[in-house]
């Protein structure tokens, strides 16, 4: 089993939809990030969370560090939000060791005008 | 452009050569990480540095491979006698630890492919 688990692996909504992004931990960490990647490869980090909720534009991110569950929203959604979004997590227990990050699979998100 | 750079962008190689890669982080930046992406998969973690201390590897990290810093700035990742499930996307990334943050910066990687 995956220490970072992501759904929906795949997404396809129309402009202006609110989305959910899901990633669940099995692992204690010290933060879990959203990160953004669009075709070609380049990684763009989008929040770094330990506890709570942060609010980004149209982007919130939420965590609840007891049910180890974590959401991406995406507010009034726009074509140019089509990408891979990525959790992942800093945990000692996890394949990234003490300070690298252990990814999720991805989100494959495509919005549709 | 102050971001973290990666070059090359592209790499094309025949089975069994040598290949290395460079990545110049942020340049106040002391933590340097390597990853690998392979099609359709996150990013899996191979080893990081602070400064020009190698400070952990991943098991996925075979003989093959070796990755240097040595002034603390740049990093080099080669790997030897390469096979064809190398081809990957490998990311740098980097991060100031001395501000608590931790928050990593990603290059844009460079896509190996074995033939």
């Known amino acids: 089993k995956n220490e970072v688990e992501q759904s929906p692996q795949n997404l396809t909504a129309q402009e202006g939809e609110f989305i959910t992004i899901n990633c669940s931990y099995s692992?204690?960490?010290?933060?879990l990030h959203w990160l953004q990647q669009h075709p070609g490869g380049g990684i763009v980090s989008l929040f770094m969370?330990?506890?709570g909720k942060k609010k980004h534009g149209r982007l919130i991110a939420t965590i609840n560090i007891q049910e180890k569950h974590s959401s991406l929203h995406i507010t009034a959604s726009h074509p140019r939000d089509s990408a891979v979004y990525i959790c992942?997590?800093?945990?000692?227990?996890?394949?990234?060791?003490?300070?690298?990050?252990?990814f999720g699979k991805g989100t494959h998100l495509i919005i549709q005008p | 452009d102050t971001g973290v750079s990666q070059d090359p962008r592209h790499k094309i190689t025949k089975r069994g050569q040598n290949v290395t890669f460079r990545c110049d982080p942020i340049?106040?930046?002391?933590?340097l990480y390597w990853y690998r992406q392979t099609l359709g998969q996150g990013p899996e973690f191979l080893t990081y540095?602070?400064?020009?201390?190698?400070?952990?590897k991943s098991r996925l990290l075979s003989d093959r491979f070796s990755a240097e810093r040595p002034k603390g700035s740049f990093s080099t990742l080669e790997i030897q006698r390469t096979e064809q499930g190398d081809s990957a996307m490998y990311l740098c990334?980097?991060?100031?630890?001395?501000?608590?943050?931790?928050?990593?910066?990603f290059g844009p990687g460079t896509r190996l492919t074995v033939t």
């Open positions: 990334a980097s991060s100031l630890a001395a501000d608590g943050s931790y928050e990593q910066y």
């Open positions: 692992v204690g960490i010290s933060a």
């Open positions: 969370l330990s506890s």
């Open positions: 992942a997590v800093r945990s000692p227990e996890s394949g990234g060791g003490a300070d690298g990050l252990t």
């Open positions: 340049s106040e930046h002391n933590r």
């Open positions: 540095f602070q400064n020009e201390a190698q400070l952990e």
